[in-house]
């Protein structure tokens, strides 16, 4: 069974190209353009895991996560914040907001791979690297 990975991302060309990589890979992609459609369609379609930007143009990513945390239904699929807040202290403010891991912007694409497959329990192997 292919793993459902939710991308919340209001950057059109950061989708398409994460897009490209997930699905290169295997995953089956699902997208949002805002913090509230991304609530919805996680609730709708229960991902195995989350790729949440948090600057995002209605909620941020963080309210977004928080909400998602919040739900029953919801609350043990894991969020990865992927985001271009990358300074001392980003990550941590991440994490205490409920992501369970961080994603500097640009992201790479193996660390990408690694780490969506670390979060759904798989393995990858190593790949040429290249940014996103």
């Not at 919805?40 to 143009?57: K, Q, S």
């Not at 909400?67 to 609350?75: E, I, T």
């Amino acid at each position: 069974m292919t793993a459902k990975i939710l991308y919340i991302e209001d950057n059109p060309q950061n989708m398409r190209l994460v897009r490209k990589i997930l699905r290169s890979a295997g995953y089956d992609v699902l997208e949002a353009t805002e913090g509230l459609s991304g609530v919805a369609l996680a609730a709708r379609e229960v991902p195995d895991l989350i790729l949440m930007d948090v600057n995002l143009p209605d909620i941020n990513g963080l309210e977004a996560t928080a909400r998602l945390k919040a739900s029953p239904q919801l609350s043990w699929i894991p969020v990865v914040a992927v985001t271009a807040n990358a300074m001392h202290g980003d990550r941590e403010n991440c994490i205490a907001a409920g992501c369970d891991g961080y994603l500097a912007k640009p992201v790479m694409k193996n660390e990408l791979l690694q780490t969506v497959a670390t979060f759904l329990g798989q393995s990858v192997a190593p790949l040429a690297s290249s940014g996103v």
